[in-house]
């Protein structure tokens, strides 16, 4: 085990670990374009020279490895001084078009340089131009080759990661630049990735262009609904500036590293999933399809329940989060000596890298919590004789409302389930609660409440307490952690979790109370 | 004629503005019935011709006393004031008194014991002589101890409410 | 004006004036209240004097009102006084913002309302859609002047007289402000306040 | 006795029309004349112009008129009249209403005591030019005057507003306090002509003091009238005594009133800056006699006699009681420019330390020497 001192610090690392890993050890970060963890290491940017004494040369710290007795300086002034002179290269045919970049505001150019950089540039010589500022180079991807500084990010990830080969460097010297290779499109499934990979504004997203300046957002980490992998993501909100993007509050969703789920990536289908929080939403509550106030639906769907008695039922999608689902199993199959089940999930595509057939993100919570899975709602309500529904999420309930007296829908989305209830609530998304999903390997994970619910919504669990209350049964939850609590306390695979120990990392079910996160 | 229907006027509107002033629980209300009160009894003090009667009586009731009131009323909470409950058990007694008084008055009037228009201060007289005069004439001849006696006591009312108001002089 | 004998005080070194006691005559306050309206009644006479000579046309070098008549007669701006704002445009006409809402992040009144799409020329990238300035909210500080990094935005154009019989109506639009035209040359500016002010 | 009647209503009428309208004119010259002393134009927008091709002749005769700011004050009443008439929310709505009037209606009233000509015969009658012809005229002034504080107490107890109400009681305490000076100032007067009938004061100034000096109140009063001025100029409540209601920086007692009643509160304040004016001519500088105008005609210390006819006589008389009146309209109005307002610590200080004991201390003096003067 090689024991290395960085900037007077002594750390022991595994054999073969490189400098810039030792110092992440120690909380020390080195400046870096072109490596990334998730990917080969090219040595190109040359920014992360460090210091190792005993060596004449500075030593790129993404490639050396540690050694026993090293002693490596990372901020001297050496290293400032080469930090500036590599930006002040880098910067040599930069086109310092910030104030239309969209990276601005995140850019690794613009913070190392406002780090490390040089106040003036000593080159006065014209920029090379390329043959075109911006170009599409696949369905969501811009690429504008003036501004890249050739880390070569994107083409490693598309020929490691994807092994779709679809980007080259080509040509030489300073008309060096990112290249589609011939005949090819970057329409992979994770072509989104290479816009968070990349450290300046040459790759974009199209999606995102110009709809708002990244300081305008706020970051909220939550989890991806897109398939059962649950995908660590951020949610990227505009808060206070509705005139952008007609009013729409999520602006994207960016990875965030989870090596246990995720690792750094997720796929395009995801990524572009965030449209339909604020698009078509149910904004208002109806009864027989008349706009009515969100009290008066909970009065007359609570009024249908009573006149049911037992035999009530509920049916909750695999979208809603392991709160909402909890509350409906102690409502309905607890309190009401009702039954409570779940629908079965939607199936899509699947591939050998993060996309999962399972399109819902939280099916083995729903497992876990219900237990019961129903792929046929009219026969399983028939079976059971249950005279009325309340149905949670979305779901094709086709032929259900002649079979039942009542049916109350808590929907998001106008859908097959809205147009078919006779009480219709308007619920919250993931984005609008705070929660945990379990994904498919049974890791439970936070949810954060990015934006509130939409005008004229309530939050789903508001909405299964208010019923509880006006059925007679009302439980003692304030607030979202409460039901997460109860619920930790009551099934044995959530014992000794809480909202406040999940962490960013999430936990395995049945591991019981997680270890604090470790470093960063 | 005239002057008989401006006297029934002033007296039943006087005796109006009284009652209405003892009535009203609204303490600012009943200051300024009280007020109306003292207007009306001047324009009976300028029926007899004592124009500086009517005059001081507004000038120095209405615009002194009165005013002095008010501010007290003021200072009050009026509206909280009116939900007091104002009829006391005292009220009966009060109200008797009140009665006692009344018939007194009244048979002492009806006896006719005071000179009334037949005494010294008759309306040619004024108008001969001048309001101001004889009111003076009087007031500084045969009145004089008494008036001498009443500017003494509000003088030592003057000093008294200096030196409550103001404990450390 | 007429100078008024005024007993001298002393200057203290804050700045102030410290004045002695006052004489009697000075306490007695009536003499001095007469004073006052002495002053007060030259001031009238002597304007109501000019009034009339100009009138009938005399003594039009001595003034009678020192007020600006303000719609007809335009009170001097220094040419640097921050006015309504106006968008530049470039050779082609086309406005020079490029929508990088630099003066939108800035502006303390948040009173910059941008939205951005793509420019058909790729070397421009990005042009305005939508670009409001809600006067009604504007503090006039000029910083969106001083962020803009293509000088797009300029508050030169020496309008002042601001008004609207909306809250809407105060919502300068992209046209309005590509309309809004640069006052004159600063001599023609300079020319107006010599003229004003004599 | 209906002629009677009727000559009096007249007289009334006559008298009231020339208060209102110099009240009213009042407005116009607060501005201008402010304007002119302050080196500013002042009011020269309000106004229209006439489009149609019949009336358009008339524009050059509208433009001085709009150019002197004449059409400001009908603005303004416009604007006035035009507005909501509110009253304040949890206020005293009926109280809200009527102050306004009573402070406007005792406002008026005084003037009936005032007389602004001296007899008028005509068709074989007496005509004394004055509304009532009391003979204590002066004491009922002071009456109306003490009435007047029943507006102010009930427009700041009736709005429901404690700045209105602080404002009222401000203003109470200042007019009574000014009230008792004004009195004892004018008890000298009284001593000097020997009669409170406000017409026999002035018939008293027509005489001669040393066979030359008319025997204004100001000459034989020069105190007092300095006094009364001052304690008058307190009781209209403007600068420098406007601290019940201070325009723009003093909340006062009719902060809450607004068009028609708001209105009445500003006239009532010019209304009674007229009276002021017209108690000092009356009082202090000969009413409506005109130095050396008799019955008769002139005539001058020095023996000349010019004949003047009796109808002419009178309107000398009542020219030169209004031209006395304005001039001290115009007086007040410059004072009103000149002075800054008094705390009111000191006002009070002025009205009770000082005022009061010079002015009692002047009726003792004019006593002495009356006696004085009846003992040689």
């Known amino acids: 085990m090689p024991k290395l001192t960085i900037d007077g610090r002594e750390v022991e690392v595994a054999p073969g670990t490189t400098l810039i890993e030792a110092a992440r050890r120690l909380a020390i970060h080195i400046p870096h374009y072109c490596y990334h963890r998730g990917l080969s290491i090219a040595g190109n940017c040359r920014m992360c020279l460090v210091e190792v004494e005993g060596v004449p040369k500075m030593m790129i710290a993404c490639h050396t490895q540690a050694a026993d007795g090293m002693v490596v300086h990372t901020d001297n002034d050496k290293c400032r001084e080469y930090r500036a002179a590599i930006l002040e290269f880098i910067l040599v045919n930069h086109p310092l078009d910030c104030p239309v970049c969209d990276q601005a505001g995140e850019c690794k150019l613009q913070n190392y340089y406002m780090e490390h950089g040089t106040a003036g540039s000593r080159v006065d010589e014209d920029k090379v131009k390329k043959r075109a500022k911006a170009k599409q180079i696949g369905p969501n991807i811009m690429l504008d080759s003036e501004r890249c500084i050739l880390c070569s990010r994107c083409v490693r990830f598309t020929d490691e990661i994807t092994h779709t080969h679809e980007l080259g460097i080509t040509e030489r010297a300073d008309h060096s630049e990112i290249t589609l290779a011939p005949g090819a499109w970057l329409d992979n499934r994770y072509a989104g990735c290479v816009v968070d990979l990349c450290p300046v504004g040459a790759l974009t997203d199209r999606d995102f262009r110009f709809k708002c300046r990244v300081w305008y957002l706020t970051a909220v980490d939550s989890i991806c609904t897109g398939c059962a992998r649950g995908c660590n993501i951020t949610i990227h909100v505009n808060r206070d500036r509705p005139h952008k993007a007609g009013g729409t509050r999520v602006m994207r969703y960016k990875p965030r590293e989870n090596p246990a789920v995720n690792q750094w990536w997720m796929c395009d289908a995801g990524r572009y999933s965030y449209k339909q929080i604020d698009h078509e939403r149910v904004d208002s509550a109806a009864v027989d399809g008349r706009p009515v106030a969100v009290e008066q639906a909970l009065d007359a769907s609570a009024a249908a329940l009573k006149r049911a008695a037992a035999a009530v039922a509920v049916l909750c999608a695999t979208t809603a989060t392991n709160e909402e689902l909890f509350l409906a199993r102690a409502l309905f199959a607890g309190a009401l000596g009702g039954h409570a089940a779940y629908l079965a999930p939607p199936q899509g595509e699947q591939d050998d890298l993060l996309l999962l057939a399972d399109q819902s993100p939280n099916t083995r919570g729903a497992q876990e919590i219900l237990g019961t899975e129903v792929r046929d709602p009219v026969g399983w309500v028939k079976a059971h004789g249950v005279k009325a529904v309340v149905v949670v999420g979305e779901a094709d309930l086709t032929g259900l409302k002649a079979e039942v007296d009542h049916l109350t829908v808590i929907a998001t989305h106008p859908g097959k389930a809205a147009a078919q209830a006779h009480v219709l609530l308007p619920g919250s998304v993931h984005a609008e609660v705070e929660g945990t999903f379990t994904n498919h390997a049974g890791r439970v994970q936070r949810l954060r409440v990015a934006v509130p619910p939409i005008r004229g919504a309530v939050e789903t669990w508001r909405l299964l307490l208010e019923l509880a209350g006006r059925l007679g049964h009302p439980f003692d939850f304030a607030f979202e952690d409460d039901i997460f609590a109860a619920l930790a306390s009551q099934l044995a695979p959530f014992a000794g979790l809480s909202h406040d120990n999940l962490g960013r990392r999430g936990a395995l079910l049945g591991s019981g109370a997680p270890q604090p996160t470790e470093v960063v | ?169 | ?198 | ?376």
Not at chain 2, 10 to 19: I, N, Q, W
Not at chain 3, 14 to 39: C, D, H, M, Q, S
Not at chain 4, 281 to 295: D, V
């Open chain 4, 1 to 376: 006795m209906w002629m009677d009647l009727a000559i009096k209503a007249g007289l009334a009428v006559v008298m009231m029309l020339i208060v209102i309208n110099i009240a009213g004119i009042h407005s116009w010259v607060e501005r201008k004349q402010s304007a002119v002393i302050q080196d500013r134009w002042g009011a020269n927008r309000a106004g229209f112009t006439l489009n149609s091709p019949l009336w358009r002749w008339l524009n050059p005769l509208l433009r001085p008129i709009i150019y002197l700011g004449l059409f400001q004050p009908i603005a303004d009443l416009l604007k006035l009249v035009a507005k909501e008439n509110w009253s304040p929310v949890g206020g005293m709505k009926w109280l809200h209403a009527v102050a306004p009037f009573l402070y406007l209606l005792f406002a008026f009233a005084g003037f009936a005591a005032i007389p602004f000509g001296d007899t008028l015969h005509v068709a074989g009658r007496d005509i004394a030019l004055q509304v009532a012809s009391l003979n204590v005229g002066f004491v009922f002034i002071f009456a109306m005057a003490g009435l007047g504080v029943y507006g102010i107490v009930l427009s700041g107890v009736s709005s429901n507003n404690n700045y209105a109400f602080l404002g009222a009681v401000r203003g109470v305490s200042q007019m009574i306090s000014y009230e008792v000076t004004l009195g004892a100032t004018v008890i000298g007067i009284v001593m000097v002509y020997g009669s409170l009938d406000m017409q026999e004061i002035v018939r008293g100034q027509g005489a001669l003091l040393w066979g030359w000096l008319p025997k204004w109140g100001v000459f034989v009063q020069p105190l007092g009238c300095i006094l009364f001025f001052t304690a008058a100029l307190a009781e209209t409540k403007r600068i420098p005594f406007d601290l019940p209601e201070g325009e723009s920086e003093i909340i006062g007692y009719f902060t809450e009133y607004s068009g028609t009643k708001f209105g009445m509160f500003l006239l009532a304040d010019f209304v009674e800056t007229v009276m002021v004016a017209a108690l000092t001519t009356t009082l202090f500088f000969g009413g409506w006699q005109f130095p050396y105008l008799q019955a008769s005609g002139f005539v001058f210390p020095w023996g000349a006699e010019v004949a003047v006819g009796h109808y002419a006589v009178v309107a000398i008389q009542v020219v030169s009681f209004l031209v006395k009146v304005i001039a001290f309209c115009w007086l007040l109005m410059t004072i009103r420019w000149t002075l800054p307002r008094f705390r009111y610590d000191q006002l009070m200080d002025l009205g009770w330390k000082r005022m009061l004991p010079v002015s009692l201390a002047n009726i003792a003096l004019t006593g002495l020497v009356i006696l004085l003067i009846e003992a040689l």
């Open chain 2, 1 to 169: 004629m005239a002057e008989h229907l401006f006297f029934l006027y002033f007296a039943v509107a006087a005796l109006g503005c009284g009652a209405a002033m003892v009535t009203r629980s609204n303490l600012l209300h009943a200051a300024l019935w009280m007020l109306a009160f003292f207007v009306h009894m001047a324009g009976i003090f300028l029926l007899l011709n004592a124009e500086f009667i009517a005059a001081l009586q507004v000038m120095v009731y209405a615009g002194a006393i009165l005013i002095l009131y008010l501010f007290v009323i003021m200072l009050l909470d009026v509206r909280e004031l009116a939900k007091v409950r104002q009829r006391h058990a005292s009220a009966t007694v009060a109200s008797l008194i009140a009665g006692v008084m009344g018939a007194i008055l009244v048979v002492t009037l009806a006896r006719g014991t005071f000179a009334g228009t037949h005494g010294s201060a008759t309306a040619a007289l004024l108008a001969s002589q001048g309001n101001v005069e004889s009111v003076a004439g009087v007031l500084f001849t045969t009145y004089l101890l008494p008036f001498e006696v009443a500017s003494l006591i509000l003088l030592v009312a003057m000093v008294g409410a200096i030196l409550l108001a103001k404990r450390r002089l």
């Open chain 3, 1 to 198: 004006m007429e100078a008024v004998a005024r007993k001298p005080g002393t200057v203290t070194p804050a700045g102030g004036v410290k004045r002695g006691p006052l004489t009697f005559w000075e306490r007695v306050y009536v003499v001095e209240a007469a004073r006052g309206v002495w002053i007060t009644t030259v001031h009238f006479f002597r304007n109501m004097g000019y009034h009339f000579l100009h009138l009938v046309g005399l003594a039009k070098g001595r003034q009678a009102a020192v007020t600006v008549q303000y719609p007809e007669e335009r009170r001097y701006l220094p040419p640097r006084s921050r006015t309504r704002h106006r968008i530049v445009r470039r050779d082609d006409g086309s406005p020079r913002c490029v929508g990088c809402m630099m003066c939108e992040t800035i502006c303390p009144a948040r009173c910059i309302y941008i939205v951005a799409e793509e420019d058909p020329d790729p070397n421009i990238e990005k042009r305005p859609k939508r670009f409001d300035i809600d006067l009604g909210m504007c503090v006039f500080c000029g910083f969106c002047v001083e962020a803009c990094p293509e000088d797009a935005i300029r508050m030169d154009t020496q309008m002042v007289d601001l008004a609207a019989y909306s809250r809407r109506g105060m919502i300068l639009t992209l046209d309005q402000l590509l309309a809004g035209e640069p006052a004159g040359p600063v001599e023609s500016i300079n020319a107006l306040g010599e003229r004003v002010h004599g």
